[in-house]
C-alpha cells in the first residue's frame, strides 16, 4: 500500500507497507483502529521496520484504520492529530470504522464493477469479430458459388451444343469453383482448430506458379 492521497504535506507520500508486512497483517486480522503509540506494545508489531517505524513519525500519523471489503483489506486511512485539542475518542474511532468499511465497499464495487466492463468491452469485441468474420466467409463462398452457378446456366440453356473448347472451359470453372469451395471448408475448419488449440501443421512444399495461376482465374 502507498499513500494515493494527503491532506497535510508530501512527507506522508513516502510511506509504504508491503502486504506481507507485520504492520498489514495485523490490520487484516483485527477489526479495529491501531493507534501509533500502541505498535510499541504490540508483540505481534515490534518487527516493523526502522523505516516504516521513521515515515510513521515524519508524518505524524496518530491513527491507522483499516478499510477492509469482505474481510479484505483494501486500503489503510492514516490520520494525523486531531484539529481540535486531544486524542482520537472511542466515538471518533467507532465513527471512522464505519466510515472506512462503507468508503471500501465502495471503492470494492466501484473496481468490480470496472471489472465487468471491461468484460462487457470484451465481449461486444468478440461479437464484432465474428460478426465480421461471417460476412467475410458469406462473400468468400458466394464468388464460387456464383461461378458454379453461371457455368451450369450456360451448359443447361445451351442444351451442351457447345463445341469442346467451351464446354471444357465451363467444366473447369465449375471444378474450379467446388475445389474452392472445398478450400474455404478446409480453411473454415482449420480456423475451429485453431481456437481449439488442436490444429497440426502439415508442411509442404508448393510451387508459387500454380498459386498465381489460380489467383488470376
Known amino acids: 500500500f502507498v499513500v494515493q492521497s494527503d491532506g497535510a504535506d508530501e512527507k506522508a507520500s513516502h510511506i509504504s507497507v508491503g502486504r506481507d508486512d507485520s504492520l498489514c497483517r495485523w490490520l487484516s486480522r483485527n477489526e479495529r483502529a491501531l493507534r501509533v503509540q500502541d505498535i510499541d506494545v504490540e508483540p505481534?508489531?515490534?518487527?516493523?521496520?526502522?523505516a516504516q517505524r521513521q515515515?510513521?513519525?515524519?508524518?505524524?500519523?496518530?491513527?491507522?484504520?483499516?478499510?477492509?471489503?469482505?474481510?479484505?483489506?483494501?486500503?489503510?486511512?492514516?490520520?494525523?492529530?486531531?484539529?481540535?485539542?486531544?486524542?482520537?475518542?472511542?466515538s471518533d474511532i467507532r465513527m471512522l470504522t464505519i466510515v472506512t468499511s462503507q468508503a471500501a465497499n465502495i471503492?470494492?464495487?466501484?473496481?468490480?464493477?470496472?471489472?465487468?466492463?471491461?468484460r462487457l468491452e470484451e465481449l461486444e469485441n468478440l461479437s464484432r469479430l465474428k460478426s465480421s468474420l461471417l460476412r467475410t466467409v458469406s462473400h468468400e463462398l458466394k464468388s464460387p458459388l456464383t461461378s458454379i452457378k453461371a457455368s451450369c446456366d450456360l451448359l443447361f440453356t445451351s442444351g451442351y451444343t457447345l463445341e469442346?473448347?467451351?464446354?471444357?472451359?465451363?467444366?473447369?470453372?465449375?471444378?474450379?469453383?467446388?475445389?474452392?469451395?472445398?478450400r474455404l471448408?478446409?480453411?473454415?475448419?482449420?480456423?475451429?482448430?485453431?481456437?481449439?488449440?488442436?490444429?497440426?501443421?502439415?508442411?509442404?512444399?508448393?510451387?508459387?506458379?500454380?498459386?498465381?495461376?489460380?489467383?488470376?482465374?
Not at 164 to 182: I, P, S, T
Open 164 to 182: 469442346m473448347g467451351h464446354q471444357a472451359r465451363l467444366v473447369h470453372l465449375l471444378r474450379n469453383g467446388v475445389d474452392r469451395l472445398e
Open 44 to 50: 505481534y508489531l515490534q518487527s516493523i521496520s526502522a
Open 107 to 118: 471503492i470494492e464495487n466501484s473496481r468490480l464493477y470496472s471489472q465487468e466492463m471491461k
Open 55 to 90: 515515515g510513521l513519525l515524519t508524518s505524524r500519523v496518530q491513527l491507522l484504520v483499516p478499510m477492509k471489503s469482505k474481510g479484505t483489506l483494501t486500503g489503510i486511512l492514516a490520520l494525523g492529530p486531531k484539529i481540535t485539542p486531544g486524542d482520537y475518542s472511542s
Open 185 to 217: 471448408v478446409a480453411e473454415s475448419l482449420d480456423y475451429a482448430q485453431m481456437q481449439s488449440q488442436q490444429l497440426e501443421l502439415n508442411l509442404e512444399q508448393a510451387g508459387i506458379a500454380g498459386v498465381v495461376m489460380g489467383v488470376v482465374e
